[in-house]
């Protein structure tokens, strides 16, 4: 039998490999979907080395209706208090122009300082309640439902008026969706 000779150092022709590496790389950076990250702003539940919970507290919420406010506060204070009494109470818009104005505001107007006096006097009382639920009605601009939460959030101390004392720090919306879900486009 007769051997071949075995020649040495063939070069390897690259271009169609570069070709072919070329287009796949084409290929995979035209169909690659980008990531994009998205945050929730969440808060978690707080450590305490406080006394544990009693299980008694005051649920507080507001109604921001076309006509104004309605306040309730319900259920008992961690420390009985015999001043202690469920709220209900409304607060009707401001029609003069003069008090609107003053807070930047078109009549009639929500009575927002009226509003944080009523949750002042709640958290004199209670002032372990950190929450407070708005409920606002669908046809209410923007702006009514944040100078509620202004409104509910701090107050100016009464002896300092530079500086602020915190009342209900945990506001929470309500749904804004109305309607049965059944009805919804999302559940067809």
């Known amino acids: 039998m007769r051997r071949r000779k075995i020649e040495g150092d063939k070069e390897v022709d690259l271009a169609a490999l570069v070709d072919i590496l070329g287009n796949m790389l084409f290929f995979l950076l035209a169909t690659v979907s980008f990531l994009q990250l998205k945050t929730l702003n969440a808060?978690?539940?707080?450590?305490?080395?406080?006394?544990?919970?009693?299980?008694?507290a005051v649920d507080v919420s507001v109604e921001v209706k076309a006509a104004g406010y309605v306040l309730k506060a319900t259920g008992e204070p961690q420390s009985p208090n015999p001043a202690w009494k469920p709220v209900s109470v409304e607060i009707p818009?401001?029609?003069?122009?003069a008090a609107c104005t003053a807070v930047k505001a078109t009549p009639p107007c929500l009575d927002s300082k009226r509003l944080t006096k009523e949750l002042w006097?709640?958290?004199?009382?209670?002032?372990?309640?950190?929450?407070?639920?708005?409920?606002?009605e669908q046809t209410l601009q923007f702006q009514d439902i944040v100078q509620t939460?202004?409104?509910?959030?701090?107050m100016p101390s009464i002896l300092d008026p530079n500086k602020k004392v915190p009342l209900f720090t945990r506001p929470v919306?309500?749904?804004?969706?109305?309607?049965?879900?059944?009805d919804r486009d999302d559940n067809k």
């Not at 818009?93 to 122009?97: K, L, V, W, Y």
């Not at 006097?121 to 606002?136: L, Q, R, V």
């Open 121 to 136: 006097e709640i958290k004199k009382i209670a002032p372990e309640t950190k929450n407070i639920m708005i409920f606002p």
């Open 173 to 182: 919306l309500s749904e804004l969706v109305e309607g049965n879900e059944q």
């Open 43 to 56: 808060a978690v539940p707080a450590l305490t080395a406080g006394p544990p919970s009693t299980g008694k």
């Open 93 to 97: 818009r401001i029609n003069d122009a």
């Open 149 to 154: 939460m202004d409104a509910s959030r701090e």
